[in-house]
């Protein structure tokens, strides 16, 4: 695993909130969800139990570098997608690189018909969190019925001692075709819409930061009409280019995973928050270093076949100063 430096001065002047869709981390237990027969050590793609340790110390040196380059320490909060339950998530934060960073965990499980869900970490020495909550996308198949998938998680708190909400997403996969799946993707912006509204008459001036893995681009639908529709910015959207995003479909950059900002992170303000930079994290050790797929996030598996990586996503993150 790639060394990192550990001699940056640390910055407590700023904090770093990231995301990261940690594809497919399910433990070995099979635990309640249904749909986790194809994640135990006696399936075909024999999810054993070496291979889920390795996977959990590959994520957590991941999550555990994020921004460290310029803050000298770990994110102060991190958004998850597809972790499958509690358990998985505290044998993340137990793993050998997150360790010792004072994570604790907020996690509801969803009805998502995969059985993953989403999950904000965050340091407690940190972060103090004041209220949490789940939304369930309200989805209708074809056949009339409910279409499960994952809840919008909204965690309200302290961040350094001011007032912040964060808002956790995985909206619904592009399977089915981008324009047959896209009403589904306006459906959780209208939601995460509601929830904006519902932060600001509570308090007109709410600090808000909106993650997630949406399956959409910033050029898309759906998070244009997030966007405009909620006075939010999108520091990410001039990161998406034809060699760079933070994952790939058939050979094209996507940037689906995505941090939306309230735009009251510009104002000057003694003691409080300000947006200071944005990147995706794609440093070397994430990627796939060479063959016709190089550059390409170095995956845990590929089908069924084993590779031993991190995640088909690239984390995103963003960086505030007080």
């Known amino acids: 695993m790639t060394e990192y430096p550990e001699n940056i001065e640390v910055r407590h002047d700023l904090q770093t909130v990231a995301f990261y869709n940690l594809e497919n981390l399910f433990d070995i237990d099979g635990g ?5 027969n194809g994640n135990l050590p006696t399936s075909v793609k024999k999810w054993t139990p070496k291979r889920y340790e390795n996977k959990l110390i ?3 040196f991941a999550i555990s570098n994020i921004g460290k380059k310029e803050t000298g320490k770990h994110p102060a909060l991190v958004g998850l997608a597809e972790v499958e339950n509690a358990k998985a998530i505290e044998n993340l934060i137990a793993s050998k690189h997150l360790k010792n960073c004072n994570y604790h965990y907020l996690h509801y499980e969803s009805l998502d018909e995969r059985g993953i869900d989403v999950a904000l970490l965050y340091d407690t020495t940190a ?3 004041t209220h949490s909550e789940a939304f369930q996308i309200d989805l209708i198949n074809e056949h009339g019925l409910p279409d499960n998938t994952r809840d919008a998680l909204l965690v309200s708190g302290l961040l350094d001692g001011e007032q912040m909400h964060i808002i956790v ?19 959780s912006a209208d939601k995460v819409g509601y929830i904006i509204t519902s932060l600001r008459q509570e308090n007109p001036d709410a600090k808000i930061i909106v993650v997630g893995d949406f399956n959409d681009d910033p050029s898309s639908n759906s998070i244009k ?13 001039t990161l998406l280019s034809y060699k760079r995003g933070s994952t790939v479909h ?10 939306l900002i309230s735009t009251n ?12 930079t944005a990147n995706i994290f794609d440093e070397d050790f994430l990627k796939l270093l060479n063959g016709k797929f190089k550059g390409a996030p170095f995956r845990t598996y590929v089908g069924l076949k084993y590779k031993g990586g991190y995640s088909d996503h690239f984390p995103v993150y963003a960086i505030f100063k007080k």
């Open 250 to 259: 058939n050979r094209v950059w996507k940037l689906f995973d995505q941090i």
């Open 265 to 276: 992170f510009f104002k000057n303000a003694a003691n409080r928050f300000e947006y200071e």
């Open 169 to 187: 997403n995985h909206w619904s996969s592009r399977r089915d075709g981008k324009k047959e799946t896209e009403h589904k993707r306006m459906v």
């Open 32 to 36: 309640s969800q249904t749909n986790n």
């Open 225 to 237: 009409h997030l966007v405009e529709g909620h006075d939010l910015f999108n520091p990410v959207e």
């Open 127 to 129: 972060f103090k969190v």
């Open 58 to 60: 590959k994520l957590g």
